[in-house]
């Protein structure tokens, strides 16, 4: 097995760097009974506030309670500005694609995008070429998943332009850690982020159609309880003070879509959705799915209704397409990546498949429309069985699949069972898309647990931490 380093966020060899020096003293004066009892009381606040996820196909009681780590992760305000910067970056040239592709498509004539990848893939709605949404904003939620690798080495793992789930976690985590360690807050500067909900909120009003009149009503639309994100649409639904709706809440009627109440028919003007394209309106998309709107996207696209993020936006999340986001920055913006993606394999090209075979116990290997960490080989921590069969699901569709060299993952202390210990960790920030593009200082860190792993997802055994970047 190759050994890899790892960059300590916390200490520099023995010594505890400056954004760590106001929780030294309070990890070393917390008894290991006091540690557990707050671990405890943590978890009993998770399960009372009813803090879930889903996870199907493995029997018993699908919903489990995230794991949550006490030990928060800290960036410095000038570490922050740099990640703002990028993302932001990042976030405009992902619209900007969108708007091309489902428009002229320059970027495939200019050669800089193969057309298959754009035009081929399942992601792309053809329901919605030609249409521009309010402001040309598409993915109006973008969640960008970021390693560190080393003091000053970030890069984007993943962007995520459809329905990007967690923001609750990083709220939730916020306020119980606020709640059990007041004295923290006290004696640190930290960054707020609660308010995201009414920045979310401010976001989806500047979006509203061209026909909405007065003061934008928006909803959240949920596939329903049995979805696994399903606490945090009604979460959001309840802090953003909008209805949370499920498809046959609504109905179409004329030019206009509208809510059912106790009080009779109320239009809608934004529908923050939280389900996938193929179930936003079975007139136009499955025509089995009980769970849109009959009628809605053609409201959609006579400028009745808006819906954020837009129907087609994954296309520009597709992992292959990832491959060209730093092109998308250089060719709509007329800048350089401030981000840098992690270098990728795609091995549909000749070359990448054969260096990607010669190397497999070396390196990730990625379904391209996979997530969750599922169907992915972390290969130096694979047996050579498992890497085997990995390489006959590969040749057996080369396309399917993306690479990329094992990272040196940072790592945050992190409370576990013998005290404090190193764990690898990641940050998705969510970035908010309307008249502005803006993000709270702070966002979503996720933590593999299981000692030496490198997989954070929380239906791979991860938990969450809150996160801080402290005030100048």
Avoid at 14 to 35: C, F, H
Avoid at 97 to 114: K, Q, S, T
Avoid at 440 to 458: D, F, M, Q
Wanted: a negative charge.
């Amino acid at each position: 097995m190759r050994v890899l380093m790892y960059y300590n966020e916390m200490l520099d060899g023995t010594k505890v760097r400056e954004a760590y020096a106001g929780l030294s003293d309070w990890v070393d004066q917390m008894p290991a009974e006091i540690r557990q009892m707050k671990q405890a009381e943590a978890e009993a606040l998770f399960r009372r506030i009813g803090i879930t996820f889903a996870v199907y196909g493995e029997g018993g009681d699908p919903d489990r309670l995230i794991p949550f780590d006490m030990m928060p992760r800290i960036f410095t305000q000038s570490e922050w500005r740099r990640l703002e910067r990028g993302i932001k970056q990042r976030a405009r040239a992902l619209n900007a694609f969108l708007r091309d592709v489902y428009g002229r498509g320059e970027i495939v004539r200019a050669g800089r995008i193969p057309a298959r990848l754009v035009y081929q893939n399942d992601a792309y709605e053809k329901a919605v070429v030609g249409f521009v949404p309010p402001r040309g904003v598409y993915s109006h939620i973008i969640g960008i998943d970021l390693v560190r690798t080393g003091r000053d080495e970030f890069f984007v793992l993943e962007d995520n332009c459809r329905t990007p789930s967690g923001v609750s976690y990083m709220l939730e985590n916020r306020e119980i850690m606020m709640r059990m360690f007041p004295e923290l807050f006290r004696g640190n500067r930290i960054e707020p982020v609660d308010g995201y909900p009414d920045l979310l909120r401010r976001t989806l009003e500047t979006v509203a159609p061209a026909k909405c009149q007065g003061r934008p009503r928006v909803v959240i639309l949920t596939p329903g309880h049995f979805n696994s994100a399903y606490y945090e649409h009604s979460f959001l639904a309840n802090l953003m003070g909008v209805e949370l709706v499920e498809g046959a809440d609504l109905f179409v009627e004329g030019e206009f879509v509208y809510m059912r109440t106790t009080e009779g028919p109320k239009r809608v003007d934004v529908i923050y959705r939280r389900l996938d394209d193929a179930f936003i309106d079975p007139l136009t998309f499955r025509r089995d799915s009980m769970l849109g709107v009959p009628g809605l996207m053609d409201v959609y696209r006579s400028g009745g209704v808006s819906i954020c993020s837009a129907p087609g936006a994954g296309v520009a999340d597709d992992k292959a397409i990832y491959t060209f986001v730093p092109e998308m920055v250089r060719f709509y913006l007329g800048e350089e990546p401030i981000l840098k993606n992690v270098d990728t394999w795609t091995l549909w090209k000749d070359d990448d498949f054969k260096y990607v075979m010669d190397n497999l116990g070396d390196l990730v290997v990625k379904e391209v429309h996979g997530s969750g960490g599922y169907g992915m080989l972390v290969g130096p921590r694979s047996t050579k069985a498992e890497i085997e069969e990995f390489r006959q699901r590969i040749k057996a569709n080369p396309s399917n699949y993306i690479a990329q060299p094992t990272l040196s993952l940072s790592t945050c202390p992190t409370f576990v069972n013998e005290g404090v210990a190193p764990r690898h960790v990641d940050l998705r920030p969510f970035c908010l898309c309307g008249e502005r593009i803006e993000l709270v200082p702070g966002g979503l860190t996720r933590v593999a647990l299981k000692e030496g792993s490198l997989v954070v997802n929380s239906s791979q055994g991860g938990g969450v931490k809150d996160t801080w970047v402290l005030s100048e």
